[in-house]
């Protein structure tokens, strides 16, 4: 079992910058892949960011990159989502989630991840 516990979501302007952390407990974090998504209102769920177990490798979705930058620390069992140059299509709930099946490529469809936080909601005002 792995527990996933997102904070740090709020409301910012548009331009601005947020940071999302997402607490793992259960078991150990470094032995697998982690990934972010977001659900828009109205929309379905969309993949955001992914990084490998060891955090060598990342992925991001064309429309986040250049601005988000996904990064673990593993000692702290915590995964992190820096936004900057936020804008209001950014506006939805973020998810992590954890992908125990492929440590070092992970998935970037849903259904690629076993665990999932509760989420947190991110607003950009215009």
């Known amino acids: 079992q792995v527990q996933l516990v997102e904070s740090g979501g709020g409301l910012v302007q548009a331009g601005g910058s947020l940071r999302v952390s997402c607490a793992a407990s259960?078991?150990?974090?470094?032995?697998?892949?982690m990934g972010w998504f977001r659900q828009p209102p109205g929309k379905e769920r969309e993949f955001v960011a992914a990084i490998s177990s060891r955090g060598v490798s990342t992925y991001y979705a064309d429309s986040v990159k250049g601005r988000f930058t996904i990064s673990r620390d593993n000692a702290k069992n915590t995964v992190y989502l820096q936004m900057n140059s936020l804008k209001p299509e950014d506006t939805a709930v973020y998810y992590c989630a954890a992908d125990l099946t492929r440590s070092s490529k992970p998935g970037k469809l849903p259904y690629n991840y076993d665990y999932w936080g509760q989420g947190t909601q991110v607003t950009v005002s215009s």
């Open positions: 259960g078991r150990t974090s470094s032995r697998y892949a």
